[in-house]
């Protein structure tokens, strides 16, 4: 079955970079959008990023554009989230999710992804 597994959270200071990363398998075609959501304690569930299929196209939220970059390895079935210059309100534990649907068009709202992680932790102190 389709499995993704997130890695790379952890404990950061305020200002530092950190790379996650989300292992795509189970998949029999490269054609999907991997989102990334995060979601901290008491809120809901964020878009963050997301990319199409060959990594062409790619959309952001406000808060984390000119500071992460999705990214993705096709044959590696893996996508990245890099985080650049992390901020405190940044902490939160982080999903990537997978959405065959429109493979062409990044989607942002997790009703539109079909398989999820089971996320990965970032703290930010300050």
């Known amino acids: 079955q389709v499995q993704l597994v997130e890695s790379g959270g952890g404990l950061v200071q305020a200002g530092s970079s950190l790379r996650i990363s989300c292992a795509v398998s189970?998949?029999?075609?490269?054609?999907?959008?991997v989102g990334w959501f995060r979601q901290a304690p008491g809120k809901e569930r964020e878009f963050v990023a997301a990319?199409?299929?060959?990594?062409?196209?790619?959309a952001y939220a406000d808060s984390v554009r000119g500071r992460f970059t999705i990214s993705r390895d096709n044959s590696k079935n893996t996508a990245y989230l890099r985080m650049n210059s992390l901020r405190p309100e940044d902490a939160a534990v982080y999903f990537c999710?997978?959405?065959?649907?429109?493979?062409?068009?990044?989607?942002?709202?997790?009703?539109?992804?079909?398989?999820w992680g089971q996320g990965t932790q970032v703290t930010v102190s300050s």
């Open positions: 999710a997978i959405d065959f649907r429109r493979p062409a068009v990044p989607s942002t709202r997790p009703r539109e992804f079909n398989y």
């Open positions: 189970g998949v029999t075609s490269i054609h999907y959008v």
């Open positions: 990319v199409n299929w060959n990594g062409w196209n790619t």
